[in-house]
């Protein structure tokens, strides 16, 4: 009997239980990437190399071509329910035609919330779609940044910016900050924005996830 695979899965150790995800490869779909953020990628690393994770990411891939992609994905967020979708743990809208069809997903699907963190913002052709979706109520948009990238300007309205910190000494902006290595877990040394728990020792200790915390996809 043939398995039917479904284009979201549900939950993880970050994302917690209740959060629905679908992914890409890393890298090679993310054409606004900088040198900082492809070197920091957590998608390059662990069980992103395991063979089941790399053959899923390349199915979902596949999947992301088809003509049929909106409608399939706005059936299973429907049919299951599902009120919180992560778009792109790992990968980005990797050219304005897939952007479009999450466009028109959000858009048929005004229950549930959507949130992404994406450097397509630098890739002018995807721009004009980002920022019909970062318009809509139910989108939680994110654009991501570093040192290298610098501050998206001009920043759409209700869109956030989250800062990839790489070195304890760089100037951080934006909305909320991801410490890498070897940044994470050390005292800042500079004043920031919102350090996301899950990367600090405090909320390790308190089991913080992106399903309590809510910092990404509730306001
Ligand atoms: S700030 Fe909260 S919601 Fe955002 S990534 Fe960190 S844990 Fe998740």
């Not at 990968?91 to 549930?112: H, N, T």
Request: charged share 25%; with cysteine; net charge positive.
């Amino acid at each position: 009997m043939a398995t039917i695979r479904s284009l979201l899965a549900l939950g993880n150790a970050k994302l917690g239980r209740a959060i629905h995800h679908f992914d890409l490869a890393a890298v090679h779909t993310c054409p606004g990437r900088s040198k900082t953020c492809e070197a920091a990628c957590y998608a390059t690393r662990g069980r992103f190399h395991t063979t089941l994770v790399r053959d899923r990411l390349r199915w979902c891939l596949a999947q992301s071509k088809r003509p049929d992609f909106a409608s399939r994905m706005v059936h299973e967020v429907r049919g299951k329910g599902a009120l919180v979708v992560r778009v792109h743990v790992s990968g980005d809208f990797y050219d304005p035609e897939y952007a479009g069809k999450w466009l028109s997903v959000f858009r048929r699907c005004p229950a549930a919330t959507f949130y992404f963190y994406t450097r397509s913002w630098r890739v002018a052709e995807v721009v004009p779609v980002l920022e019909q979706a970062t318009a809509l109520e139910n989108v939680r948009a994110w654009y991501s940044a570093d040192v290298e990238t610098g501050l998206p300007d001009p920043l759409p309205e209700r869109v956030r910016v989250a800062w990839l910190q790489t070195d304890p000494d760089e100037p951080v902006a934006g909305n909320l900050v991801f410490r890498d290595e070897p940044v994470r877990g050390t005292r800042p040394r500079t004043a920031l924005p919102v350090v996301c728990p899950n990367e600090t020792p405090a909320g390790h200790r308190f089991g913080v996830n992106c399903g309590n915390c809510g910092h990404c996809w509730k306001a």
